[in-house]
């Protein structure tokens, strides 16, 4: 008990504090952010949706497994205070071209669609982001329909 109040007062004055890889301004955070937020807007996020979180990740940003947890934690930290998605959106438009924007939308979707289906909720969220992220309709609903495509596509393989 001594030593847990000891780490606290440690922590509280800046000594012993975790350091991480990935600072407020990251744009992987507010990509990971913006995926965290789709991915738990029907429920909590659960082991397959944190799976399926883990598995874009770490293909888009070269990760190993270790760093891709500790983007999800920073990511779900900074969803949870995040008031809207000016911020992460904003922090994208400045980091990422158009080709990358439009990946990050593409990641969006394959979230939105981990569990064979895309909620209004999400699909109403993606209509902001993309709008936010200068992505035009046509191209967010293309990029939804080569998702839901490619899922359908890899059901009728198995």
Do not use: C
């Not at 200068?134 to 329909?145: C, G, K, T, W, Y």
């Amino acid at each position: 008990m001594l030593e847990e109040i000891r780490h606290l007062f440690a922590e509280l004055r800046g000594g012993d504090k975790h350091s991480s890889h990935f600072d407020a301004d990251d744009y992987r955070v507010a990509a990971a952010a913006l995926l965290v937020h789709v991915a738990t807007l029907d429920h909590d996020l659960t082991q397959e949706a944190r799976r399926k979180l883990a598995a874009l990740l770490k293909a888009q940003f070269s990760l190993t497994d270790a760093l891709t947890d500790e983007l999800i934690e920073a990511a779900v930290a900074a969803d949870r205070e995040a008031v809207d998605f000016y911020h992460f959106t904003h922090l994208l438009m400045r980091s990422l071209d158009e080709q990358g924007r439009l990946r990050i939308v593409e990641m969006l979707w394959k979230m939105a669609f981990a569990d064979g289906a895309i909620s209004e909720f999400e699909d109403n969220m993606m209509w902001r982001v993309a709008e936010l992220l200068a992505v035009s309709p046509r191209e967010r609903i293309a990029l939804r329909r080569q998702v839901v495509g490619a899922a359908d596509s890899n059901k009728e393989e198995t």
